[in-house]
């Protein structure tokens, strides 16, 4: 490229390209210097808002700022609302955009303009307090731009970033017109607040609709976990042959992983490549995301090493699933890869790598990478971090230890920390310290319905009824209520949802007879059914039965009903498996020849053959 660049090219900035190296951007530097376009205020603008906002090379915006801090002549400002726009969004620092507007307000010859605003508040919405963005807002006001459609559309984000949905509604009552823009940031607000039904009115309502208010009411309800909606509107949206962006997919996606709905994601995927929509790092990030969440570990790996770009969400996300789907030491491996690469890893990614320590037993791996992660990366450790250790420790039934790393915590220690010494406590079946950090979990959230449940499966487990109904009795006087289970299977692309005891499917009467021939055929085989964590105080044969209306057990007979032989059956799961839908799963593979992988609120279960890829240990 640089040989034809004395020759060929007329202006040398075309020669610019996201990819260009510093030294490339020094002989494109030295060729405008030579042929006097730096002296062109125009030019030199130029130059700097292209370098400042190719943001896909991390080298390019510092040395814009260079080029401005070094420029003879003064900068417009179009060149320093570049600079604000480029730092308006994470990874870079919003707040060093206000240098560039104290630079603005400096200059004689300058005076903010809408664009100012509208790139100020945008950075505002990433600030941690709303001051910044009111004093904004308030300068906006003052010089007149307080009406225009970007700075009220940016107002109206930033004020639903910070949840202040009073603020949002004050802004968009007092604009006369509302266009595209603003209503469509009013979509994100009401999203954001959790007013989905006012989001989807307005949505409605709107006389014009464009990609981009589309993508907010997916992306709204992808949000709050209203997965099948978003993947409702979005076959609606296809059917009305508005074009579809990368944004969108990125929100199709996350629905998906969420549902744990592999076909439709798969089906997302190709369409994808069809439409040739350009696989961005947070696109692929989203893929990678869906597919280890669909249990595709395989598929989530290949998606990560055909990746051209990644940052270090995508590398979290990979080793996010590989430690979700059991797979410990290769998202160690991956680990050291990036660390090879020196890439910086964040607080996601020792989530990421202390969970995979975790789920492979892995304890001094984990201790080591959580001193690495202060020491040599400076990184604070989060509340997750600690739940991650105490959990390190409890699977490993190092419960000791784990107390007392609760207690060496140097903050509070949080329901996750004593949730993860709980659970080990429920594996090993302790029940004296089970009983002190369900205590503790309820000192913090007294309505906690899983710490009751997980005591009283301790107790169960150690035949300690009079325990069992104690608790059974304390949920029932304080009026906490177990959520109930769910679970959710795909079949052809449409996703069907169980509930515990729920009777209410087509095809109900077709499901009792293959729980029947399930429990027949698993008893032949040397089933027994583990009625301890049923809590009810009924007789023996009435808790099989209770334990058969499990809904995974319901979404696993619908799927050996409709799936074709040798197709895996796929399970979402909103609750821990129990017990005994974890041994029915595991006999299932081995008599009904069929691999069936159930992702829990935790982790996933690969049942083959009669084993399950946690090895009994969740
Ligand atoms: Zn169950
Ligand atoms: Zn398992």
């Not at 997919?249 to 350009?278: E, F, P």
């Not at 796929?570 to 498996?577: A, G, S, T, Y």
Request: net charge neutral.
């Amino acid at each position: 490229m640089i040989s034809s660049l004395r020759t060929t090219a007329s202006n040398p900035l075309t020669l610019l390209e996201p990819t260009s190296t510093i030294k490339e951007l020094h002989q494109i530097h030295a060729q405008l210097l030579v042929r006097g376009h730096l002296g062109d205020p125009p030019l030199l603008s130029k130059f700097i808002s292209v370098l400042a906002l190719s943001q896909n090379n991390p080298q390019h915006l510092p040395y814009s700022r260079q080029i401005l801090d070094y420029s003879p002549s003064s900068p417009t400002i179009f060149a320093l609302n570049s600079l604000i726009r480029a730092h308006s969004k994470p990874p870079f620092n919003p707040l060093e955009g206000f240098s560039y507007y104290r630079q603005v307000l400096q200059s004689p010859s300058l005076s903010p303009d809408n664009f100012t605003f509208t790139f100020l508040i945008r950075a505002s919405a990433h600030l941690t307090s709303v001051c910044i963005g009111a004093a904004a807002h308030a300068a906006a006001f003052k010089r007149g731009h307080a009406n225009d459609p970007h700075v009220q559309s940016g107002l109206i984000h930033m004020y639903s970033s910070f949840r202040s949905s009073t603020a949002c509604h004050r802004i968009f009552e007092g604009i006369l017109n509302p266009d595209v823009v603003t209503q469509t940031a009013m979509i994100g607000a009401y999203a954001a607040s959790g007013e989905i039904e006012f989001a989807r009115k307005m949505f409605e309502e709107m006389p014009h609709r464009d990609a981009i208010s589309w993508n907010a009411m997916i992306a709204g309800y992808s949000n709050v976990g209203r997965c099948r909606e978003a993947l409702e509107l979005f076959s609606v949206m296809q059917g009305e042959g508005v074009s579809v962006s990368e944004a969108t997919m990125v929100s199709v996606l996350t629905a998906c992983a969420n549902l744990g709905a592999l076909d439709q994601g798969r089906w997302a995927h190709a369409y994808i490549q069809k439409k040739r929509i350009q696989l961005t790092v947070e696109l692929g990030t989203a893929l990678i995301d869906m597919y280890s969440k669909c249990g595709c570990v395989g598929r989530a790996m290949e998606v990560f090493e055909s990746m051209p770009e990644k940052n270090v969400y995508t590398w979290s996300s990979a080793m996010s699933g590989l430690a979700m789907n059991g797979a410990g030491k290769q998202c160690i491996e991956v680990f050291e890869l990036m660390e090879k690469e020196k890439l910086e890893p964040n607080q996601i990614t020792f989530v990421s790598v202390l969970r995979g320590c975790s789920m492979s037993g892995l304890v001094d791996r984990g201790l080591r990478y959580f001193d690495l992660m202060k020491s040599t990366y400076g990184i604070e450790p989060w509340p997750e971090h600690y739940g991650c250790m105490v959990d390190l420790y409890g699977r490993a039934g190092r419960l000791e230890e784990a107390l007392q790393f609760i207690k060496s915590m140097p903050c509070n220690p949080h329901t996750g920390a004593w949730g993860a010494l709980l659970n080990a406590c429920k594996i090993y079946r302790n029940i004296e310290l089970g009983e002190l950090a369900q205590k503790k979990i309820l000192e913090l959230e007294a309505m906690n319905d899983g710490a009751y449940v997980l005591l009283s499966n301790i107790y169960a487990d150690s035949r300690n009824w009079k325990g069992v109904s104690n608790v059974r009795e304390l949920m029932k006087a304080k009026g906490v209520r177990k959520e109930p289970g769910c679970s959710v299977i795909e079949v052809a692309g449409t996703v069907h949802e169980f509930f515990v005891g729920d009777k209410s499917h087509p095809m109900y009467r077709e499901i009792e007879i293959m729980l029947g021939e399930i429990n027949w055929r698993l008893k032949l085989a040397g089933y027994e059914a583990k009625t301890n964590e049923v809590l009810f105080d009924i007789e023996e044969e009435e808790k099989e039965n209770a334990l058969f209306w499990h809904s995974e057990k319901l979404a696993i007979a619908y799927g050996l009903i409709v799936l074709k032989e040798g197709l895996t059956i796929r399970i979402v799961k909103n609750l821990r498996v129990c017990w005994d839908c974890h041994d029915v799963s595991k006999f299932i593979s081995k008599v009904f020849e069929r691999e069936i992988i159930v992702r829990d609120r935790n982790r996933f279960h690969h049942f083959k053959d009669g084993v399950c890829s946690c090895q009994d240990y969740w």
